[in-house]
């Protein structure tokens, strides 16, 4: 056998014996096994999730994300369920909450939550930082109508964390490429800056000489995160700096943000950028305390 599958059932219709089931392979969840050796991915977990529930549970938060397309969500992230029944254990995070017929879909033979379901979940039990960036992943991979997320709000009034959905679900953009993008322009609202535009295309005629992550068009100033690929990888530093000079000659200033950065430092550094362009920006200095961007 080589997929997820339930022991008793399968020693039961005699695909196995117990001595096997135990010999070669070992469980995910209670009584839910995969091959010893095997490298078990997120939908592993997701269909080992659901199978440990009777099948009776909906696939929900980053799982169901990732099931719809999302990036970024690591293999060992626990699964969520919206269950009445199923039990929490290890790596399971079980949600006795209401879901409707029409909340839920078909994934893979898995049963899912809609993405406007998952994005009223990801909205309402993440941190702020965390929930931006999960619903930018999900918005990039599956757009879905705010309009239908508030719709679940209206639904149940009464469900945990709809407060804190309201205050995320306008800043959600699928333009950012990374939860270290998500969590930069965050940086940057929060600090009072105007919301930068995300994946803005610099064109020289019919020629796309970059697509920048994100900024202010109108003032021509960018901001872009440099990730480990930047300095660790020769060829793509080189690339890098032919681009910063073809944007430079285009009178682009570019802020350039690596993850040791202070938070501070890269507000001042920006709103200095648009200062100098003539847009002139108060810093709400509560938001921007001495930190790195990575923390």
């Not at 639904?155 to 205050?167: T, V």
């Not at 530093?237 to 285009?250: C, F, G, H, Q, T």
């Not at 501070?264 to 200095?272: F, G, I, K, L, P």
Request: proline share 5%; glycine share 8%; aromatic share 6%.
């Amino acid at each position: 056998m080589g997929e997820v599958f339930i022991g008793s059932e399968a020693v039961a219709n005699a695909q196995l014996t117990r001595h096997e089931l135990q010999r070669w392979y070992r469980p995910i969840y209670r009584g839910v096994y995969v091959p010893r050796r095997s490298v078990v991915s997120l939908r592993d977990r997701a269909v080992a999730a659901w199978l440990s529930s009777s099948r009776l549970a909906v696939i929900a938060g980053a799982a169901a994300s990732a099931l719809h397309g999302a990036r970024w969500v690591d293999p060992d992230t626990p699964i969520e369920l919206v269950s009445r029944s199923c039990r929490p254990q290890a790596g399971l995070l079980v949600r006795n909450e209401r879901i409707g017929g029409d909340e839920v879909t078909v994934v893979g033979g898995l049963p899912v939550t809609t993405p406007a379901r998952t994005a009223f979940d990801l909205g309402r039990h993440l941190a702020r930082p965390d929930s931006i960036a999960r619903l930018d992943a999900l918005a990039r991979a599956t757009p879905f109508s705010p309009a239908d997320v508030m719709g679940l709000a209206i639904r149940y009034p009464g469900a945990r964390g709809l407060r804190r959905l309201k205050a995320v679900l306008p800043l959600v953009d699928s333009g950012a490429q990374s939860p270290r993008e998500s969590r930069l322009r965050l940086l940057l609202v929060d600090a009072g800056l105007p919301a930068p535009a995300t994946q803005i295309p610099v064109v020289d005629g019919y020629r796309v000489v970059a697509l920048l992550d994100m900024g202010w068009e109108e003032v021509k100033v960018a901001v872009e995160y440099d990730g480990d690929q930047h300095r660790s990888d020769r060829q793509q530093y080189v690339k890098d700096i032919r681009r910063l000079a073809a944007l430079e000659s285009r009178g682009w200033i570019v802020i350039r943000v690596i993850a040791e950065d202070h938070s501070a430092d890269v507000v001042n550094r920006v709103r200095n950028a648009l200062a100098r362009r003539g847009l002139f920006v108060e810093i709400n200095r509560s938001q921007t305390a001495t930190r790195t961007f990575a923390a």
